[in-house]
């Protein structure tokens, strides 16, 4: 079993529809998550971050994390064809600085 | 600021060659990291380097070396290329301590034959 599981896609939604991305993870000691967007072809880029368990809210972004579920997600509202992306969580423990987990990432493709 | 840069974009190898990926950052950041890229597979961390003059091997660092060449420069070497090493390179770095957020490179998308 994959530490971090990831639903790969492709998602495809319309324009201004509300977008869930979710992940499963499977180590108790990860307590920092966070969501990166990697369009094609170029190196991920950090969008959200949370500590431990609660909701985090970043214009039409909100990152969401249940540990007692050991599960994260990721809510896009108004979703633009900007968005379109892969999108690729990724967590940490407490003193792992250095060694984060990504899960394998969703392809998301917002149609006009 | 150019961020972290990677060199060369494109390569394609010949199992046995050998080849360095050179990467660099001028954000002044103590901690960098090379990753591979495979489809399903996520990126996974092959070696990092937490401050100048240290290095550590991640999840997946058998057939690399790296060198901390400055605060700057992180590079990869393949010493004798195999086809299981065909994959996407991004090399990235941290401002260290407890500054969580990793600024990636371009990467490189080396293709073994």
């Known amino acids: 079993q994959k530490e971090v599981e990831q639903d790969p896609g492709p998602l495809s939604v319309p324009e201004g529809a509300i977008v869930s991305l979710n992940c499963t993870y499977s180590?108790?000691?990860?307590?920092?998550f966070m969501w990166y967007r990697q369009y094609s072809r170029k190196g991920p880029e950090l969008l959200m971050y949370?500590?431990?368990?609660g909701n985090k809210e970043d214009g039409r972004f909100t990152a969401q994390v249940d540990k007692s579920s050991k599960y994260i997600s990721l809510f896009i509202r108004d979703s633009q064809p900007s968005d379109s992306a892969t999108y690729l969580c990724a967590m940490r423990g407490l003193i792992s600085y250095d060694k984060v987990i990504f899960g394998p990432g969703t392809s998301l493709s917002v149609i006009p | 600021n150019a961020g972290v840069t990677q060199t060369p974009k494109f390569q394609v190898l010949k199992t046995g060659q050998s080849m360095t990926l050179q990467c660099a950052q001028d954000?002044?950041?103590?901690?960098m990291y090379w990753y591979r890229q495979d489809p399903g597979m996520g990126l996974r961390l092959i070696y990092y380097s937490a401050s100048e003059g240290t290095t550590d091997k991640g999840e997946v660092p058998n057939g690399y070396n790296v060198s901390r060449l400055n605060k700057r420069e992180f590079s990869l070497r393949l010493e004798s290329a195999a086809p299981s090493q065909t994959s996407v390179y991004f090399c990235?770095?941290?401002?260290?301590?407890?500054?969580?957020?990793?600024?990636f490179g371009p990467g490189t998308r080396l293709t073994v034959t």
């Open positions: 954000m002044n950041h103590n901690s």
């Open positions: 949370t500590y431990s368990s």
């Open positions: 180590n108790s000691a990860f307590q920092y």
């Open positions: 990235a770095s941290r401002d260290g301590g407890d500054r969580y957020e990793q600024y």
